[in-house]
C-alpha cells in the first residue's frame, strides 16, 4: 500500500529525514516510536503533504501513485488520513459544514452523488456513537474550545467520518488521560478493516496495549534504527530510549 | 471655508426656502445654527484625526444634484421590494432617494401603539416627542458632515416606540437610490424607544441605477430605561455610490442596544456608530463587518461614552479586503470620570488578500476612572496556513477551503444577528460575495437591475 525508500527530507534547510525505508502492507498496523526530535512527525506531514517540508531525495509511492505528486486533498480524497498531533481550532466554521464539505468532496472524487441532508446527519450520528463524542461538540466550530482530550476525540471521529484506507495518528495519545486513551483507541480498533493499514506515532507504549501493531520501528536522528515485532514496544518501555542511542 | 466645502454652504443658501417648506418649525429652527457649524467645521478632511484613513475629495468633488423635496417617479414597483431577504416577516417601509414615493401610508400606526412614518408627518402629532428628542443626540459633534445634515435634510423617518410596547416583528426600512441623474442625498431618522420598549430595525441600503450618488444619513435613536434596541444595516450599492451614515444611540439606565453595520459592496462607505451610556447598568453592542475588492473603500468609526458608572460595551468589527480595495476601523471608548465599574471591550481583526489591500486600525482608548476592565486588540494579516492545511487535509480544496474560512471569520460577526432569517440570508450574500458572485445588486431578485 504505502513503500517509503530512502526518503530524505529538509525544513528550512535543516535536514530531519536522513533517509528512510518503509513499506506498510494493506491490513497492517505499524508503530512508529522514537525520542523527541528524531523526525517523526516530519515524516507524517510529509505523507500528508504539508508544503514547507522539502523533499529532498527518495520516493514515496502509494497504491502504485507517485504520493508525493499528489496534492494535499487529493491524498485526502485517495484514502490518506492524518490524525494531527495539534488539531487546528477554526473559529466561524462549523463542524457539520466542515464534515458535510469533506465527505462530499470524497464522494465526488469516487462519481457519487453529494448526501442529501438527512443522509449526513444520520451518518454524523452513527459516527459520534462510535467514538463516543459529545453530541453538542458537532454543533460547535471546528476544535474551538475543545479540550485537548475531546480535539483528539474529534480527530478520530473524522476519521470515523471519510473512512481512510491509510490513516497515520500522529500523537493521538499524547495528552490524553487513561479514559480517553481507551475511548480514542476503540474508535480506531473498530475503523479497522482487514484491508486497511494504520501508522501509529507515538513516544509511549501504553496506547499500543489497544492498538496493537504488527511492526514497531524505531525512528532515531532521521533514521529507522530498528524494526521489529510489537514485543519491541515493551523493550522501549522497560529501556527507555538509550540503548538505541548508545548502539548508535 | 474651503471652496468644496463653499459650494455645499451655498446650496443651502439658495435652497433654504425649499429645504424648509415642508419640516416643523423646531426641526427649522435647528438650521441656521447648523450651517454656522458647517461653515466653521466644513467637510472632513485628512487632517481631521477619525477621517484620517478615508478621502472624501473623490466624491465630494463631484458635481451632483440635490433634491429637497420627493420627485415625481414612475418607480412603482417599490412596495414590493423586499431586499430578497426570503421568509424575512418585516414592517416594511420603502424610501427612494430619502422620500416616501408614495402618499400613502406616509405615517401608520403599528400594533401595540408603535408609529413608524415620515418625520415630517409626525412632527404635529408627536411635537412633544421631537421636540424632546430630535437633535439632541448629535449635539457636540465635530464632524461638519452631521451639521450638514441637520441643515440640509428635508425628511426622513421617524418611530415612536411607547413605554411597554415590545414589536415582535422587526421594523425593515428599505433605502433605494435610482435617479437618472447623479444625486446627492441627505435624510434624517429620529427613533424614540421608551422605557420597557423593545424593537428591532434593519436599514437595508441600495442602488438601482448606475449614476453617481453621494448620501449623508443621520440617525439619532433613545433607548429609554431597561429598553432593548436592534439596528442591523445591510449595505450593497454600487462601486459609484458613497454613502456616509451617522447613527448617535443614546442610552438610559439598564437598556440594552446593539449595532451591527454589515458593508457588502459599495465605493465608498464610512459608517460613524456613536454609543452613549447615559444610565447606569446600560448594555452596548456595536458589530461590523465589511467584504470589500477593486478600489472600495470602507471605514467605520465607532465612539462609545461611559458617562456614568457600571456599564458594558462591546465591540467586535471585522473586514475582508481583496484587490487594491481599502479600509478602516477607527475605535474609541471614553470612560468619564465618575464611570467606576465600567466594562469596555474592543477587538478588530481584517484579513488581506493581496498585497496591495490595505488596512488602517486605530484603537483609542481614553480612561479616566480607575476602576474599569477594559481591552482592546487588532490584527491585520493572511489567512491562517495551518487552518487552510487542515481543511485541505480533509479533502477540501485549497479554493474551497480559503473559502470557509474567509466565510469563518465573517460568520463570526453575522452570528451576532439575532433575526434568523436575516442571518441565514447575510449568510448566503456573503457566500456569494466572497464566490465573486455578488455583483451589483444580485441580492434583489425583485425588479432590480
Given amino acids: 500500500m504505502l513503500v517509503i525508500k530512502n526518503l530524505k527530507a529538509a525544513i528550512e534547510g535543516k535536514v530531519i529525514l536522513k533517509g528512510i525505508s518503509l513499506e506498510v502492507k494493506a491490513g497492517e498496523i505499524h508503530a512508529l516510536m522514537g525520542p523527541n526530535g528524531s523526525g517523526k512527525s516530519t515524516l507524517a506531514a510529509v505523507l500528508a503533504g504539508r508544503e514547507f517540508v522539502q523533499v529532498l531525495e527518495g520516493t514515496v509511492t502509494y497504491n502504485g501513485r507517485n504520493l508525493l505528486e499528489m496534492a494535499a486533498e487529493e491524498r485526502s480524497r485517495e484514502g490518506i488520513f492524518l490524525g494531527f498531533q495539534y488539531p487546528i481550532e477554526i473559529p466561524g466554521v462549523s463542524m457539520v459544514n466542515f464534515m458535510k464539505t469533506a465527505v462530499n468532496e470524497h464522494r465526488k472524487h469516487r462519481g457519487l452523488e453529494p448526501l442529501s441532508a438527512s443522509d449526513f446527519l444520520k451518518l454524523m450520528r452513527e459516527k459520534k456513537e462510535l467514538v463516543e463524542i459529545d453530541s453538542k461538540l458537532a454543533n460547535r466550530s471546528v476544535n474551538e474550545g475543545f479540550s485537548g482530550g475531546e480535539k483528539k476525540k474529534n480527530e478520530i471521529f473524522q476519521m470515523a467520518m471519510l473512512e481512510p484506507k491509510l490513516a497515520i495518528l500522529d500523537e493521538t495519545d499524547s495528552g490524553l488521560d487513561i479514559d480517553a486513551l481507551r475511548i480514542v483507541a476503540n474508535g480506531v480498533n473498530r475503523l479497522k478493516r482487514p484491508d486497511t493499514s494504520v501508522i501509529v506515532i507515538t513516544h509511549y507504549q501504553r496506547l499500543l496495549d489497544y492498538i496493537i501493531p504488527d511492526v514497531v520501528h524505531v525512528l532515531y536522528d532521521g533514521r529507522i534504527v530498528k524494526t521489529a515485532g510489537k514485543e519491541l514496544a515493551l523493550e522501549l518501555e522497560e529501556k527507555g530510549y538509550d540503548w538505541i542511542k548508545r548502539e548508535e | ?449
Fill in chain 2, 1 to 449: 471655508m474651503d471652496n468644496r466645502s463653499e459650494r455645499y454652504y451655498n446650496l443651502y443658501r439658495e435652497n433654504i426656502k425649499r429645504i424648509s417648506r415642508n419640516s416643523s418649525p423646531y426641526i427649522n429652527s435647528f438650521r441656521e445654527v447648523a450651517i454656522g457649524e458647517f461653515s466653521r467645521l466644513g467637510l472632513p478632511t485628512k487632517t481631521n484625526e477619525t477621517y484620517r484613513y478615508t478621502n472624501l475629495d473623490t466624491f465630494f468633488s463631484h458635481d451632483y444634484k440635490s433634491y429637497f423635496m420627493p420627485v415625481e417617479s414612475d418607480f412603482i414597483k417599490a412596495e414590493e421590494f423586499r431586499c430578497d431577504v426570503t421568509d424575512l416577516d418585516a414592517h416594511g417601509i420603502v424610501l427612494l432617494n430619502g422620500f416616501y414615493p408614495t402618499i400613502r401610508d406616509k405615517l401608520r400606526q403599528l400594533p401595540e401603539g408603535i408609529w413608524i412614518g415620515s418625520l415630517n408627518e409626525a412632527a404635529r402629532k408627536f411635537r412633544n416627542k421631537i421636540e424632546k428628542h430630535y437633535g439632541r443626540y448629535v449635539n457636540g459633534n465635530s464632524d461638519g458632515l452631521v451639521h450638514l445634515n441637520t441643515a440640509m435634510a428635508s425628511d426622513g423617518v421617524f418611530i415612536y416606540v411607547p413605554e411597554g410596547a415590545v414589536l415582535k416583528k422587526p421594523v425593515q426600512i428599505i433605502n433605494l437610490v435610482e435617479s437618472g441623474e447623479d444625486i446627492f442625498n441627505q435624510h434624517r431618522n429620529l427613533i424614540i424607544v421608551e422605557k420597557n420598549a423593545e424593537i428591532t430595525l434593519i436599514i437595508c441600503d441600495h442602488t438601482l441605477s448606475p449614476q453617481k450618488f453621494l448620501t449623508n444619513g443621520v440617525t439619532e435613536i433613545y433607548v429609554g430605561e431597561n429598553a432593548h434596541f436592534d439596528i442591523i444595516r445591510v449595505q450593497n450599492e454600487h462601486n459609484n455610490a458613497a454613502k456616509i451614515t451617522h447613527t448617535f444611540i443614546h442610552q438610559e439606565r439598564n437598556s440594552n442596544a446593539s449595532s451591527n453595520n454589515i458593508t457588502l459592496h459599495g465605493g465608498l462607505v464610512r459608517n460613524s456608530t456613536h454609543h452613549f451610556l447615559g444610565g447606569e447598568g446600560a448594555e452596548s453592542h456595536s458589530y461590523g463587518l465589511f467584504l470589500a475588492d477593486k478600489w472600495q473603500h470602507v471605514d467605520n468609526f465607532v465612539n462609545v461614552d461611559h458617562a456614568v458608572p457600571h456599564c458594558t460595551s462591546n465591540q467586535l468589527f471585522k473586514g475582508v479586503l481583496d484587490d487594491m480595495a481599502t479600509g478602516a476601523f477607527n475605535g474609541r471608548i471614553y470612560v468619564h470620570k465618575d464611570a467606576q465599574g465600567t466594562v469596555a471591550y474592543q477587538q478588530n481583526n481584517n484579513i488581506l488578500l493581496t498585497d496591495d489591500a490595505k488596512m488602517g486600525t486605530k484603537p483609542q482608548l481614553e480612561i479616566y476612572a480607575d476602576d474599569v476592565k477594559c481591552s482592546h486588540g487588532a490584527t491585520v494579516g493572511q489567512l491562517d496556513d495551518n487552518a487552510l492545511f487542515y481543511l485541505q487535509s480533509r479533502g477540501i480544496s485549497k479554493r474551497e477551503a480559503r473559502l470557509m474560512l474567509m466565510f469563518g471569520f465573517a460568520h463570526e460577526v453575522i452570528q451576532n444577528i439575532g433575526v434568523e432569517a436575516l442571518r441565514e440570508r447575510l449568510d448566503n450574500l456573503v457566500m456569494q460575495r466572497l464566490k465573486g458572485e455578488l455583483s451589483r445588486c444580485a441580492s434583489c431578485m425583485v425588479k432590480c437591475g
